[in-house]
């Protein structure tokens, strides 16, 4: 049986559990103010961690690759117009955004010194909110960036093409994840944000 440090497996969570919470939160609430409540109708227009938690993709799946996904939340886009369909969409990204960011300043403000695991909680949810929102606005659906392609598509033609290609978008997803395409996109975001944060 594989060690755990449980000191790494709580602190992991401390950082997974609420970046991947405020994201559908935000996908949630941002849905609710325009009208659609499907997602607080299912309990999902919440905070607690619980009602969003996905056992592979939420505990286990950042354990092994400090990577990690939240049950998506429900929302109606059949109410929603082309403009509201994409700052729903664009809301989880942002929220991760907003995370990173204040995280990157209680890094340069907190007196960590050699505190080891305040900085690594720290360094790691700055790291795992800017990949949520990077990997989440990628054009391949299910992800967040497919709905804001779909939402500007203006022809019949182009709509009915991108819901055929949306049947294989998981498979295009995996294929990138395997390959390393995901990398390729994701990496020079991140040590751009990196160099922006002034962190090394």
Do not use: W
Not at 101 to 126: E, M, N, Q, S
Not at 156 to 164: M, Q
Not at 173 to 197: A, E, Q, T
């Amino acid at each position: 049986m594989p060690y755990i440090d449980i000191q790494v497996f709580l602190v992991t969570m401390a950082a997974v559990l609420p970046s991947l919470t405020i994201h559908e939160f935000a996908h949630a609430f941002t849905a609710y103010k325009f009208g659609d409540n499907t997602a607080k109708d299912m309990g999902r227009l919440t905070l607690n961690p619980i009602a969003h938690i996905d056992f592979l993709g939420t505990i286990i799946l950042p354990l092994l690759v400090h990577f990690g996904y939240a049950k998506p939340v429900p929302v109606n886009f059949s109410i929603l117009n082309r403009g509201q369909i994409v700052l729903v969409a664009i809301a989880g990204p942002i929220s991760n955004i907003l995370m990173a960011t204040i995280l990157a300043i209680l890094y340069h403000i907190l007196p960590i010194g050699d505190i080891k695991l305040l900085k690594y909680f720290l360094l790691l949810g700055i790291q795992l909110n800017i990949v949520f929102a990077i990997f989440n606005l990628i054009p391949i659906p299910p992800l967040d960036g497919s709905r804001v392609v779909y939402a500007s598509l203006k022809s019949e033609k182009a709509i009915i093409a991108y819901r055929n290609f949306s049947k294989f978008g998981i498979f295009i997803l995996i294929g990138l994840l395997y390959l390393g395409g995901v990398d390729l996109i994701i990496s020079p975001m991140l040590d751009f944000f990196f160099k922006l944060f002034h962190l090394s």
